[in-house]
Each structure stands twice: as C-alpha cells, then as structure tokens.
C-alpha cells in the first residue's frame, strides 16, 4: 500500500540556544551530546528539573529546557544540592571529552586517527529513545558500537539518515489489531547542527537520482566523543518526493528504500569528502549502505584508473557485517528499478555496460532472473566480511556458498565477531551504584578482565542481590501498572476499566519478558501451544508466574499483526489478564525497562534464524536469567547453569516437528526447572540457588557479551586487519 505523500516542513534550524539561569548553565552543554544518556545522574539530573515536562518531552532534553516553566527552572537554579550535581554532571563530561589521550584507542589502535578514522554506516541508530531513528536490534546495536568507540576512545564517524518521521509508534485496537502512526521530528529540538562549511554556508552535497538532481544537507549529532552525520533531503528546491526520500524508516515502496540507500552510501562518501574525513576504513554495518563501495569506485575511474583496479583498491578498505540468517532479510532490487535510480550515466562513469553493473548485485554472472542485491554487492566489494555469532559465521557461509562455488564451505571467506551491548546503557541505574561501590567508577573496564570481575561479582552477597532484584521487580510491575493505566485512557475505555489495571499484577510473582519484533520465525505463539497447561502455571496461587509482551509488528506484515492479535485476544480472558500483559510502543525505554526488572528473558526463534540476539544479553548484566534455544549469542553464553537451554541444538526433519518438540521443551523447563528454583527459599526467603544463578550469569556473560569487547575485537579483526 502506498502511502500518500504528506508534505513535510522544511527545516533548516538546529538546536536553537537556550538561555538558562548561570548556577544550572552547564545543563545546555551537557544537553547537547548524548553522553548524559549512559552517565550517572545524567537522566536524573535532567529529570529533577521538572519531573513531569520530563516525561512529556520524551526524555530529551533539549525539549525539557525549552519548555520547562521558568519557576522550577529558578527553583532548581537556587537549590545548592541540584546546583552542585550539575556542576559534578558537566565536570564530568568535560574530563571524558578531553581524555582522549589516555584511552584504549590511544595505546592499541593508533592507525586509526581523527584524518584517518573507522566511518560506521548504518541505515539506523538507536542511540536513545528521544531519537527515533532505529526499528529494532540493528539501530540499538548500531548505537551501541557508537558508544563503545567514544568509550574506548576509538576514532569514529558514523553516517546515517536523519528521517523526519522516524519510526512507526504503535497503538492497539481494542480488538488487537496493530495501527501504525508517525510523528514528525522537529530538528530543533534535537541536538543536532547542521553541517556548514568554512563559509558557514550549509553544505550540500548533490546527487543524481532517478534522473533528477537531489540536494542533500547534513545533520551533526554529537555520541560522546563520536559524531552521527545524518543525511537529509528535506531541502528546498528539491522535488517534493525527492524532499521525501528521508521521510520514514523502512516505511515506503522498493524505490523509496533503494534512493534512501543510494542517498547513504553515495551520499555518504561525498559528505565524508567534503568534510575532508579520509576514513581508514569504512565499515557497511548491514548491506543498506552497499552503494557505498560504487562511489568509491567511481571516484577512481573517473581519474582514469580501470575498473579493476579500482575495485580492489576499493575492496582494500572496506569491510562488511551482515546482519540476517533469513534469506528474504537481504535487499534486492529488480533490475529495472537499478535502472530507474541509478541511470545510464553511472555505469558509465565506472567504465561497465549495463550487464557489468548488474552483475555486481548478482550471485551468478549474466543470471537475467537473479534481482540485484546489496548482500552480494558487499560481498564482492569488501576486504572482509562477518556475521554476528560465531553460528551466524557459519550460517552465513552456507548461505553465501554460491558466490564461491568452487570453495568448500569452511573456506568462503565469512568470519563473526558476536554482538555486545553498551553495558552503562543497559545496566539499571541500582546495580550500576552497586558495581560502582564494589569495583569503583572504572566497573566496565573491568569487564574487560573476566577474573577480576569473577571476584568482584562474588563479593556481592545473595541478600544484595535478591534486594536489587525485587527492588527492580517492583519497579517494573509499578511501570506496567502505569502504562497499561495510560493505554485504556487513551483508548477511551471507562474509567474504573483503566484504574483495575492499577491493581493487576503481583510484585512478588515470577516474572517473564518476552520481547521482540512480532515475526513468524520468533515463535510468539510457542507458549500458547497448550493454553490449559499455560493457563495452570500463569495461575497457580501459591507459585504464580507472570508474562510480559512487547514488540511491533513490521507495517506491511499482516501475518505478524494476526501474531499479535491472537496474544491481544487471549490477555482479555479475565484470569489471563491478572498475568500477562502486552504492552504497546516497544522502544529503547521500554526495553531497558524490561530488561533491567524481569527474572527470566523467553527467546525461542525457529533455529538457526536468530542471527545474534542481543536483548538476552542486556538481561544477563541484570542478573536476569535467560530461557532460550541454542542459538545465536546463546550458543556461545550459555554454560549449562547460567540460565536454560530450550530444545536440543540439532534441527529436526520438519519445522512442525520442531516446534511441537520445542514447546514440549519449554514448558517442561518451566514447571520443573524455572518455577521450582525460583520459589524455592530459605528461611529468611531468599532462594538461594536462584540468585547463585544470577550471580553466575553476571559473572560469565557481562565479560563476553558487552559492546566493549565487541567494538575491541571489530578493532583488532576487522579495523586494523588487511
Ligand atoms: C535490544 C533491542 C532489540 C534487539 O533485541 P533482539 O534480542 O535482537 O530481539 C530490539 N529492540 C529494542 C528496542 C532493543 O532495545
């Protein structure tokens, strides 16, 4: 379906200035780059300005100091206990962005400079929730990456498109079924500068697209030490639909995703150009960006260099991660929708025929029926290329076999480096203070040596542990409470309907998380496949468990919003609805609220198709414990006590006879595993083997699975690698 084109408002303004009382000052600094986010006190220290405009604002800010009414502004501006947190917060943002001498960078990647630095490319980020750039799993662990280079001190750009609409919000009917709305981001609102040149003019970078001139200008987004450029077509002069083009993300047709991708890659070198960045090496975070590797061809051909030689000079700098073990994941484009957008004249300036060029997108040479892909593009046009768990590796070069026919599968030129995640962003604000009093401020470094972090986490004591626990536990049920209060409000439903949600759930009851994007392969429906035996377990009165969902459904899958239907419609049986909940709007917030509070994280993907996972991950720094198949990151975490293993590794002959024996699994695991471990306490009520579980998860899974280690290892195999 077609959406129809809504005009979107020019914007040429950044962050406008804010003019703040001079005690609180530093705020509008500190405002300005995404540090605060993964900082302590960072979120507090703007939340206690006024709680509630906070809230309203999303989170963000830059907003929050715009809109905040003078009086709490000049309440907190006289309050010497808020003066000195802001002076603390800023002093410490000062000494992090000046510190660059003293990082692991510094001492291990000094090839990489601010000249010659890594350009990331991604077409998401999922740096906070106030800034909707990302969909799922690849935006967050692109904005992770972002956070662990700033961290480590590594020289990084990362380019990106700035969509004005962003992503889809979700709401529910009241009968279930998935509606999507868009907002439109207003730029100055975000902390964000528009790129100019020495002049001070904007820069604009042109490109020739559909056989138009499209003008492209550039966003600079500050991630600690890293800056997000963030391309943008909303330009006037440009066509109305060209202006379009950076309108949503992966909201429109195959043309729009195919000019959104040529506006990346090729728009994305000839910025880097402009701002004089000549990058070490540039990184395709997913194929989105393969596009790239055509202009840096181009470049070279049209000073006179051939093809072929300057497709391995190209070949020599950039590297690839592919992101998806499901086949229909990776891009394609029929060949003349190439034609449409790329136009004669490109092929040309590279020096190809029309066949040439699409060859480059294609699996087997001269196959008419094949579509141009940018799996294959990359492929071809990189030094290096990796999947995202070592089983991914190895899906991967099964997947991809056929672009080597002559090579035996272990020898197609596919390696992994496995996801992490940003370990300040994703740990809860109680445990951080906890890790903090046992190992010091520098805790994430100390991840980075599994034996001294082994001994810190083992000084945490089980009534520590369990205390941060329930404390989390709580917080959650308080959270669902609230949110599920505000969804019936604004689904209109009656008053006492929304209040009972303030009395559901139970604080102290065994709680599951499961969420994720709403997509055949993730299984939602496995847990329901004996809803009687699901129904006794949810109400057991003395060993009650509880289950949430959340997720969104891609717009155009109407498969996946049955999916969700069916979970909606079963939570409206009235006993069903004390114990599950689906909560709507699945985003960076709602997930770290998730991830920080459940007891146990459910993931149970048809195998091998989980590429990496990185949700589980996020749970285990929490001391939360995972259920999940062998698959992805879990294949490599889990050591047979740090959570559970659903199903067997191998594969059976067919996906029903899978499914019927994982289900089997998993409620077997549950009643006789999961629910017996966690209600059984000791004397003071403390279940002891259940939080010497957690305590072992902390300690073998946070080394392994951080975006530190992963951005390290990035460095070592792939950045400085030939
Ligand atoms: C971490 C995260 C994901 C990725 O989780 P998976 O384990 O890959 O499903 C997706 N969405 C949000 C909002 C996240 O925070």
């Not at 997913?286 to 181009?298: I, M, N, Q, W, Y």
């Not at 190895?394 to 992490?420: A, D, F």
Request: aromatic share 8%; glycine share 8%; charged share 25%.
């Amino acid at each position: 379906m077609m959406r129809e084109v809504e005009p979107i408002q020019l914007q040429e303004q950044g962050a406008e200035a804010t003019t703040l009382p001079e005690t609180i000052a530093a705020l509008e600094r500190v405002s300005r780059n995404y540090w605060w986010s993964w900082n302590p006190d960072g979120h507090s220290v703007f939340r206690d300005l006024d709680q509630e405009v906070f809230d309203d604002c999303e989170h963000n800010p830059r907003r929050l100091l715009k809109e905040v009414p003078q009086y709490s502004l000049m309440r907190m501006a006289t309050d010497p206990v808020y003066v000195e947190r802001v002076r603390d917060l800023a002093a410490r943002f000062d000494a992090y962005m000046s510190s660059g001498q003293e990082t692991w960078a510094a001492r291990h990647a000094r090839a990489l400079t601010h000249e010659r630095p890594v350009a990331y490319f991604c077409a998401e980020f999922g740096v906070h929730h106030s800034l909707p750039l990302y969909s799922g799993g690849l935006g967050i662990l692109a904005g992770d990456h972002l956070k662990s280079a700033s961290d480590l001190g590594l020289p990084l750009v990362a380019v990106g498109l700035l969509y004005h609409h962003g992503y889809f919000r979700q709401h529910l009917r009241r009968d279930g079924w998935q509606e999507e709305a868009y907002q439109q981001i207003n730029v100055g609102d975000l902390p964000m500068e528009l790129v100019r040149d020495k002049d001070g003019e904007p820069v604009r970078i042109d490109l020739f697209v559909r056989g138009r001139d499209v003008q492209v200008q550039a966003w600079r987004a500050e991630v600690g030490r890293v800056p997000l450029y963030l391309l943008d077509t909303n330009v006037e002069g440009n066509d109305e639909i060209d202006r379009l083009i950076t309108g949503h993300l992966y909201g429109g047709d195959r043309e729009t995703r195919c000019v959104q991708e040529m506006v990346l890659g090729i728009g994305g070198v000839r910025l880097l150009r402009r701002l004089e960045i000549e990058p070490h090496v540039f990184h395709l975070n997913e194929g989105h960006s393969a596009f790239l590797t055509l202009e840096l061809t181009r470049e070279l051909t049209e000073s006179g260099v051939e093809f072929g030689e300057a497709a391995a000079r190209v070949r020599s700098r950039c590297a690839f991660t592919t992101h998806t073990p499901v086949a229909a994941g990776h891009d394609e484009f029929v060949a003349p929708l190439i034609e449409k957008c790329f136009g004669q004249g490109y092929w040309d300036a590279l020096g190809l025929t029309r066949d040439e060029f699409l060859n480059l997108g294609r699996v087997k040479e001269d196959d008419e029926e094949e579509l141009f892909g940018l799996t294959p593009l990359a492929l071809r046009m990189c030094r290096s290329s990796n999947g995202v768990s070592r089983k991914h590796g190895e899906v991967s070069r099964e997947l991809w076999n056929k672009m080597w026919p002559e090579r035996h599968v272990e020898e197609v030129p596919i390696s992994h480096v496995t996801n992490g995640v940003h370990a300040p962003t994703w740990v809860s604000p109680l445990l951080r203070s906890l890790f903090e009093e046992r190992i010091g401020s520098g805790w994430t470094e100390v991840l980075h040596d599994a034996d001294a972090w082994s001994r810190a986490v083992d000084s945490i004591s089980d009534e520590e542990l369990w205390k941060v626990r329930r404390l989390q536990r709580k917080r959650l049920v308080a959270f669902v409470r609230e949110r599920l209060f505000q969804a019936r409000l604004q689904q209109h439903e009656p008053r006492s309907w929304a209040e009972a949600a303030l009395g559901m759930f139970d604080p102290d009851a065994l709680t599951i998380g499961f969420a994720r994007r709403v997509a055949a392969y993730k299984r939602w429906g496995l847990i329901l496949t004996d809803s009687e035996r699901l129904r006794r377990m949810l109400l057991d009165p003395a060993r009650p468990v509880q289950l949430v969902f959340a997720g969104k459904a891609h717009p155009q899958d109407q498969g996946a919003k049955l999916i969700l239907q069916q979970i909606a419609q079963w939570e409206l049986d009235p006993e069903i609805m004390q114990r599950a909940v689906f909560l709507q709007d699945y985003d960076q917030e709602v997930a770290r609220q998730l991830v920080q509070s459940v007891d146990v994280w459910m993931n149970v993907p048809r195998r091998p198709l989980e590429a990496s996972g990185t949700s589980g991950e996020k749970v285990a720094m929490n001391g939360g414990l995972n259920l999940s198949v062998l698959d992805g990151w879990w294949l490599e975490g889990y050591d047979g006590q740090n959570g559970w293993a659903v199903g067997e590794e191998g594969l059976s002959e067919t996906i029903e006879e899978m499914d019927r024996r994982d289900a089997e699994s998993l409620y077997r695991v549950l009643e006789h595993e999961v629910v017996e471990t966690f209600y059984d306490r000791d004397g003071q009520g403390i279940p002891r083997r259940w939080v010497g579980m957690t305590r072992h998860a902390i300690r073998t899974l946070a080394p392994a699975f951080n975006s530190d280690r992963m951005v390290r290892d990035y460095t070592r195999q792939i950045y400085l690698g030939e």
